[in-house]
């Protein structure tokens, strides 16, 4: 086998980064001219307005737009919307996008018409999954399997329900694993980790002394806070009501204790 056949393939393990100057400058200095990448997949993010009166800030869509570039995706287009029916349908069926995101409008009130707008502009697939937070979240497609994800107005289930089916879409589309884009350990528990029975949960931690976590107060109680104030987090699948003290768990990490 030449040099250059054996360098080429050494270069096989930059498969899942994205290309910057230095892996150009190695791939010439091997003699690759030609190779396959994947485009980074585009994502319309579509924000529906709360329907009460005065001003809105909106904090999902910078923070959802956030995760997106993070995970390879681009943002093709970000707009806020009436939460009506028919605004929802149009703005999905416009084209474009690899990938649509619509944030608000996923409950079972009578002005949430988030679902019924994807309903009618492709297929709704699932609406409504066992996870805490994000209960509302929904899953369809529209065109030519264009996968399009309904995430929840409140900003901790609007994020809980991008990290564990939005992004996971957009990572695979872009190349990229589908896992959770955070370092995990096994740690100690130092307390008692209480989840709901019959619900995904993830449950924010803090680290503690001597390579230990204990639990934060729930997304459920202070909302989005939970994660700011956390290091990481444990997810306790459905099944279980949680972890005693002193169980090994498995914690994400978003960054080193």
């Given at each position: 086998?030449?040099?250059?056949?054996?360098?080429?393939?050494?270069?096989?393990?930059?498969?899942?980064?994205?290309?910057?100057?230095?892996?150009?400058?190695?791939?010439?200095?091997?003699?690759?001219?030609?190779?396959?990448?994947?485009?980074?997949?585009?994502?319309?993010?579509?924000?529906?307005?709360?329907?009460?009166?005065?001003?809105?800030?909106?904090?999902?869509?910078?923070?959802?737009?956030?995760?997106?570039?993070?995970?390879?995706?681009?943002?093709?287009?970000?707009?806020?919307?009436?939460?009506?029916?028919?605004?929802?349908?149009?703005?999905?069926?416009?084209?474009?996008?690899?990938?649509?995101?619509?944030?608000?409008?996923?409950?079972?009130?009578?002005?949430?018409?988030?679902?019924?707008?994807?309903?009618?502009?492709?297929?709704?697939?699932?609406?409504?999954?066992?996870?805490?937070?994000?209960?509302?979240?929904?899953?369809?497609?529209?065109?030519?399997?264009?996968?399009?994800?309904?995430?929840?107005?409140?900003?901790?289930?609007?994020?809980?329900?991008?990290?564990?089916?939005?992004?996971?879409?957009?990572?695979?589309?872009?190349?990229?694993?589908?896992?959770?884009?955070?370092?995990?350990?096994?740690?100690?528990?130092?307390?008692?980790?209480?989840?709901?029975?019959?619900?995904?949960?993830?449950?924010?931690?803090?680290?503690?002394?001597?390579?230990?976590?204990?639990?934060?107060?729930?997304?459920?109680?202070?909302?989005?806070?939970?994660?700011?104030?956390?290091?990481?987090?444990?997810?306790?699948?459905?099944?279980?009501?949680?972890?005693?003290?002193?169980?090994?768990?498995?914690v994400y990490l978003y960054e080193?204790?």
């Amino acid at each position: 086998m030449s040099n250059s056949k054996a360098r080429s393939r050494q270069l096989v393990r930059f498969w899942q980064l994205p290309l910057a100057a230095r892996h150009i400058g190695l791939l010439t200095n091997a003699g690759v001219s030609d190779i396959k990448v994947v485009r980074r997949p585009r994502v319309r993010l579509l924000v529906a307005k709360p329907t009460r009166e005065g001003a809105w800030d909106d904090s999902n869509g910078p923070m959802i737009g956030a995760a997106v570039e993070r995970d390879g995706g681009i943002i093709e287009e970000c707009v806020a919307l009436e939460r009506n029916q028919m605004a929802i349908r149009a703005a999905l069926l416009e084209p474009g996008a690899d990938v649509a995101l619509v944030i608000g409008g996923t409950g079972p009130g009578s002005d949430d018409q988030s679902a019924v707008a994807l309903g009618k502009a492709g297929e709704l697939a699932i609406h409504g999954v066992a996870l805490l937070p994000g209960e509302t979240t929904g899953l369809g497609r529209i065109g030519r399997n264009i996968p399009v994800v309904l995430l929840p107005g409140p900003p901790a289930a609007c994020l809980w329900g991008y990290e564990l089916f939005a992004g996971r879409t957009i990572r695979r589309l872009g190349g990229r694993g589908p896992d959770l884009p955070y370092r995990s350990r096994e740690i100690i528990t130092a307390r008692k980790i209480v989840s709901s029975l019959g619900m995904t949960e993830i449950c924010p931690v803090r680290c503690g002394s001597g390579d230990t976590v204990e639990p934060l107060p729930s997304f459920t109680e202070i909302g989005l806070m939970a994660a700011v104030s956390a290091d990481g987090f444990v997810i306790v699948p459905q099944g279980s009501e949680g972890y005693p003290q002193g169980a090994q768990v498995t914690v994400y990490l978003y960054e080193e204790c």
